[in-house]
T-cell receptor, first 113, second 114 residues
Framework: TQLLEQSPQFLSIQEGENLTVYCNSS?????LQWYRQEPGEGPVLLVT???GGEVKKLKRLTFQFGDARKDSSLHITAAQPGDTGLYLC?????????????WGAGTKLIIKP | DTEVTQTPKHLVMGMTNKKSLKCEQH?????MYWYKQKAKKPPELMFV???????INESVPSRFSPECPNSSLLNLHLHALQPEDSALYLC?????????????FGQGTRLTVV
C-alpha cells in the first residue's frame, strides 16, 4: 500500500509567523501536487512539482520536491489569516499504465490575526 | 472558463430516494472524475472517465451509478443510499487521464442521507 504521510495534521499560529508542511513517502512519484481547500468547497490546485529538487514559489508560498521525488514541503512565510484552510498534497504514481493520485491526510491550518 | 460546475450544492435525500448529481466543464478536458470526501479526510477516488468511457471504478457500491453523456457532462446517479454515504461529493476534470495533473475541482455537492 502506497502511503503519503502529511504533517502536521493541525497547525494554529499567529499572523506573521512562518510554517512548513511536510509530505513524505517511501514511494517515488512522477509528480506531486499541492491543493488548498476551504470548508464546503472543492480543492484548488496550488502547484505541481515534477522534477527532483524542484522549487516553486507562489508569492509567500514555497514548494519543494525532494531530490528522490519521494517527499515535498510547503513553506509559508509571514502567514496571513487568508492562508487559513486545509492543505492537501497528492503524489502521482503509475501502476500497470494506470495513473493514480495518492493523497496525504491534509493539514488544517489556522492563522490567527 | 476554468470552472467545473456542480449541481446541486446541497442535497438531502431519504434512503429510498433516487437522485442525481451533475457536473459540467467546458475546458475541453477529456478526463472526468468523481470523488467522495468525508469530513477532515482527503478525497477518495470513486470513478474515472477517460474520453467518455469508464476507465476506473474503485470498487464503488452499485447504489452509485456514474454516467458520462458527453465530453462536458458527468452525472452520478444515486439510489438506495445509506446514512454513511453522507459526504461531500467532488467532481474534477483534467486534460487527459495522466493522473489528475492540473485537475480542476468543482465546489462539490454536500449530500446528506437521512
Amino acid at each position: 500500500t502506497q502511503l503519503l504521510e502529511q504533517s502536521p495534521q493541525f497547525l494554529s499560529i499567529q499572523e506573521g509567523e512562518n510554517l512548513t508542511v511536510y509530505c513524505n513517502s517511501s514511494s517515488v512519484f512522477s509528480s506531486l501536487q499541492w491543493y488548498r481547500q476551504e470548508p464546503g468547497e472543492g480543492p484548488v490546485l496550488l502547484v505541481t512539482v515534477v522534477t527532483g529538487g524542484e522549487v516553486k514559489k507562489l508569492k509567500r508560498l514555497t514548494f519543494q520536491f525532494g531530490d528522490a521525488r519521494k517527499d515535498s514541503s510547503l513553506h509559508i512565510t509571514a502567514a496571513q489569516p487568508g492562508d487559513t484552510g486545509l492543505y492537501l498534497c497528492a503524489g502521482e504514481t503509475v501502476a500497470d499504465s494506470n495513473y493514480q493520485l495518492i493523497w496525504g491526510a491534509g493539514t488544517k491550518l489556522i492563522i490567527k490575526p | 472558463d476554468t470552472e467545473v460546475t456542480q449541481t446541486p450544492k446541497h442535497l438531502v435525500m431519504g434512503m429510498t430516494n433516487k437522485k442525481s448529481l451533475k457536473c459540467e466543464q467546458h475546458m475541453g478536458h477529456r478526463a472526468m472524475y468523481w470523488y467522495k470526501q468525508k469530513a477532515k479526510k482527503p478525497p477518495e477516488l470513486m470513478f474515472v472517465y477517460s474520453y467518455e468511457k469508464l476507465s476506473i471504478n474503485e470498487s464503488v457500491p452499485s447504489r452509485f451509478s456514474p454516467e458520462c453523456p458527453n465530453s462536458s457532462l458527468l452525472n452520478l446517479h444515486l439510489h438506495a443510499l445509506q446514512p454513511e454515504d453522507s459526504a461531500l461529493y467532488l467532481c474534477a476534470s483534467s486534460q487527459d487521464h495522466r493522473g489528475t495533473a492540473e485537475a480542476f475541482f468543482g465546489q462539490g455537492t454536500r449530500l446528506t442521507v437521512v
